[in-house]
T-cell receptor, first 115, second 112 residues
């Protein structure tokens, strides 16, 4: 089992460029999440998908869009990158999103720099 | 306004001694708490959790204590080992939603 995989590992963009971060999990989890990690801020939730076919905004959704392509894959898109989006992005998955708290499993992260 | 705070950005401990990492929260709706450990260039990994019906949960060298009245939890690592050197994140959730709110992290350095 690979767990949660993310591509790419590193990316440098210029302001205004677009890109999509890919995430896939092989644990048959229902729920998937995108976080960003900034120094001193911990991990902040950008978007999540409680189940296939649903997506919802998290704490910091502005400037991002997501697609739950199928049960395994959840992508994060930056339509017009800004320097404020320079961060490390983590994808995570868990068995289910509501009615029970269960641990989230994280991918290795994508380090994004926007110049 | 951060609902989960880890007020110590870093902590240095000698190998074999106890490490105590602290976490405070403000949202009284939180009823489940988790600790994650993160090594450089890796994603966070789950370490230990506690629900609000308990005040202590133990797993090997790791123990989490919860003080609901003070809205405070702590992670104890005994004895500390150099391999424990990492960033530790506290996270909180309301069971109904399972969305995790993370603290800013504490970098633990265990010196040989």
């Amino acid at each position: 089992n690979a767990g949660v995989t993310q591509t790419p590992k590193f990316q440098v963009l210029k302001t205004g460029q677009s890109m999509t971060l890919q995430c896939a999990q092989d644990m048959n989890h229902n729920s998937m999440y995108w976080y960003r990690q900034d120094p001193g801020m911990g991990l902040r939730l950008i978007y999540y998908s409680a189940s296939e076919g649903t997506t919802d905004k998290g704490e910091v959704p502005n400037g991002y869009n997501v697609s739950r392509l199928n049960k395994r894959e959840f992508s994060l898109r930056l339509e017009s990158a800004a320097p404020s989006q320079t961060s490390v992005y983590f994808c995570a998955s868990s068995e289910r999103a509501s009615g029970w708290v269960n641990e989230q499993f994280f991918g290795p992260g994508t380090r994004l720099t926007v110049l | 306004d951060q609902q989960v705070k880890q007020n110590s950005p870093s902590l240095s401990v000698q190998e074999g001694r106890i490490s105590i990492l602290n976490c405070d929260y403000t949202n009284s709706m939180f009823d489940y708490f988790l600790w994650y450990k993160k090594y450089p260039a890796e994603g966070p990994t789950f370490l230990i959790s506690i629900s609000s019906i308990k005040d202590k949960n133990e797993d090997g060298r790791f123990t989490v204590f919860l003080n609901k009245s003070a809205k405070h939890l702590s992670l104890h690592i005994v004895p500390s080992q150099p391999g424990d050197s990492a960033v530790y994140f506290c996270a909180a959730s309301a069971i109904a939603g399972n969305m995790l709110t993370f603290g800013g992290g504490t970098r633990l350095m265990v010196k040989p």
